[in-house]
């Protein structure tokens, strides 16, 4: 009666345990769906920047497109320039030509009048020509100009494009390693349960049974913990890379995998120790 009497309050202590951890492994699980919960917004995220990249790439080829306009532009106005110098030294040969010729008429001749007046248009059609000239000047600069800043555009374009598709590389390693986690918690609890209705059965093995089932739950409660904080980093990572449209964002350090601290790092760390234990 006094063995039984002790088995009985073993019991009752190894059932509040068991209780005890039930409800840990509860609480595990609503720290699983609060990560699925946080996966959901991180997949939302990734459709707004999925539907950014694609923006962006629109831009590039809008941007390409006007810079290959600019260029013919530019070419024909340099085109126009050279043909306008052209005639403007031809005139001003012809306007030497006459001034010479002028010396040797006659002033009774009636010609002086003539070629002078003659010289007078030329002189006026020389200098709209050079007005023409410099406003085609001016227009193949602003052109060259124009294009410099599309050319910095798309190269800031092509440096967002990497950022965001690296971005989507970390998201797919932490949207595997979140579904790994879920699958081995959701094999714990079930391994659990059988071991608790073992442990009931067998008295002599109680006491092992309940001391491995709170070592199981304590490294998982850390690998949740873990996972907890990588997903917390990451989801701080993207916010913090989520920029205005009219705006090109530049690479974040947190994403550099050269960088020991980084996000990525520190994952990849973490799942060599994991496969190492």
Known sequence: EKRVADLTEENERALEKISERENEATDSLCEVTTLNDKLAEREKTVEDLEKRLADLAEENERALEIVCERENEAAESLCEVKTLNDKLAEREKTVE?????????????????????????????????????????????????????????????????????????????????????????????EETQQKLEASIKKEGILQRKV??????????????????????????????????????????RSLDVDTENSVESRFLQWLERGKSN
């Open 97 to 189: 030509d006459l001034e010479k010729r002028l010396v040797h008429y006659d002033e009774e001749n009636g010609l002086v009048e003539d070629l002078e007046k003659l010289n007078e248009d030329l002189k006026k059609e020389n200098e709209r020509t050079r007005n023409i000239l410099s406003e085609k000047e001016s227009e193949a600069a602003g052109i060259l100009r124009e294009k410099k800043i599309l050319e910095d555009k798309v190269a800031e374009n092509e440096k967002a494009v990497e950022m965001l598709q690296k971005l989507l590389e970390v998201y797919e390693e932490t949207k595997r390693f979140a579904e790994d986690l879920k699958e081995e918690n959701e094999g714990l609890k």
């Open 211 to 252: 001391d491995w089932m709170e070592a199981r739950l304590t490294d998982s409660s850390r690998n949740i913990y873990k996972m907890k904080t990588f997903a917390e980093d990451t989801m701080t990572t993207t916010l913090a890379t989520t920029v205005p449209h009219d705006q090109v964002p530049s690479v974040p």
